[in-house]
């Protein structure tokens, strides 16, 4: 059922990691304590698999990367920015220059 072998099983209840009885030289257990045993076994292993995940080593790594994105988005946001202010600037001064070199049609002149 379990495919654990009759030998572990009776360590496993001596260890006092599953319920059990002795009987003469015979460890003896319930398929609902052996049920429970597994699952048990798969709570502790996922609680380990999340501790280690956010592991301190690994969290400091989390953080770090996390920084490094935010400071790159920050950069590219305000190069952005500035880009567009730019191009306002130079359609702006573009136009003065043509308004006082003449160059803008003027609807008076028709």
Do not use: C, H
């Not at 460890?27 to 597994?38: G, L, Q, R, S």
């Not at 770090?64 to 950069?75: C, D, E, K, M």
């Not at 001064?93 to 609807?107: M, R, V």
Request: proline residues 1%.
């Amino acid at each position: 059922m379990s495919g654990y072998t009759q030998d572990y099983l009776g360590y496993l209840i001596r260890q006092g990691e599953m319920k059990g009885v002795k009987k003469g030289r015979v460890w003896f257990t319930t398929e609902e304590d052996v049920k429970d045993y597994i699952f048990k076994k798969k709570i502790r292993s996922e609680k380990l698999a999340v501790r280690e995940f956010f592991s301190p080593t690994r969290s400091r790594k989390i953080i770090i990367a996390t920084g490094l994105i935010f400071v790159l988005l920050f950069v590219l946001w305000a190069t952005l920015i500035n880009k567009k202010d730019n191009t306002e600037v130079d359609v702006q001064s573009t136009l003065s220059n043509e308004q006082e070199s003449g160059d803008i049609f003027n609807s008076t002149n028709y």
